[in-house]
């Protein structure tokens, strides 16, 4: 584990970039592992900036996302879909038939996690998967349970995080409640795993994260056992 200390949003928002950066540049067909929300909104921005300057070249890259809300449709603006393409692969040259998100739409969830599984593990994984944390341990939409969940599933949100997206969204009862996610094994099968943590609100769960026990109550908790985990966090993150 490395951790990364960053004076604010912004100077965490460049350093992880600046990961993601040499990660391109060094292997320009890298398959990368993607988020969404404000954590790494920042991050994107930069690679936008990278990427105007003439400094990044995405026609080779190959994306998958963490997670969709089931019942959300890409042109919905609180899609996953939708937040991706607005705010990095619109802005750059990467393939959109490179960029990989769960449907929410499929009429059958069952067979499109077994589809989305499979297209991960035709990848062979992420070679970088980017990461927020969710104020309860949860990364992608992994929910504290009884067991670690391995592979591509639909969850039921908990109430936690349909409070802390409702934010988004005109009221707290237009937060869908379930959404497909990447499981615990496809997120470990990454080669690199990239934690951005921002605000005080997130320090006490990212101490459990980083130093507590390791139990799928705190799904994050397993990021302990990543044999190549940075953790770029800001100072109000790290106290």
Do not use: W
Not at 10 to 30: T, V
Not at 67 to 89: A, T
Not at 223 to 230: A, K, R, S, Y
């Amino acid at each position: 584990m490395r951790i990364i200390k960053a004076k604010n949003y912004d100077d965490m928002s460049r350093k992880a970039a600046n990961i993601f950066f040499s990660q391109i540049i060094e292997k320009p067909d890298s398959v990368l592992g993607l988020a969404t929300g404000s954590s790494v909104l920042g991050l994107y921005e930069n690679l936008i900036k990278f990427y105007n300057a003439g400094d990044l070249d995405f026609s080779g890259i190959n994306t998958v996302n963490l997670d969709e809300y089931v019942g959300l449709s890409c042109n919905n603006d609180q899609s996953y879909r939708y937040y991706m393409d607005n705010n990095l692969f619109k802005h750059i040259n990467i393939k959109p038939e490179n960029t990989n998100l769960p449907d929410g739409l499929a009429k059958d969830i069952s067979a499109e996690c077994a589809r989305y599984n499979s297209l991960i593990e035709g990848f062979g994984g992420a070679d970088i998967q980017l990461l927020g944390l969710g104020l309860n341990g949860h990364v992608g939409f992994n929910e504290p349970d009884d067991i670690f969940v391995k592979e591509t599933h639909v969850v039921d949100l908990d109430e936690s995080t349909i409070k802390a997206n409702s934010r988004f969204f005109a009221s707290e009862s237009d937060v869908p409640k379930q959404a497909v996610t990447m499981g615990i094994k496809n997120i470990m099968q990454a080669k690199k795993v990239v934690l951005c943590v921002s605000g005080v609100k997130k320090a006490k769960i990212l101490r459990e994260v980083l130093y507590g026990d390791v139990t799928p109550q705190v799904p994050g908790s397993i990021l302990q056992f990543h044999p190549d985990l940075i953790v770029v966090a800001d100072e109000e993150a790290i106290i």
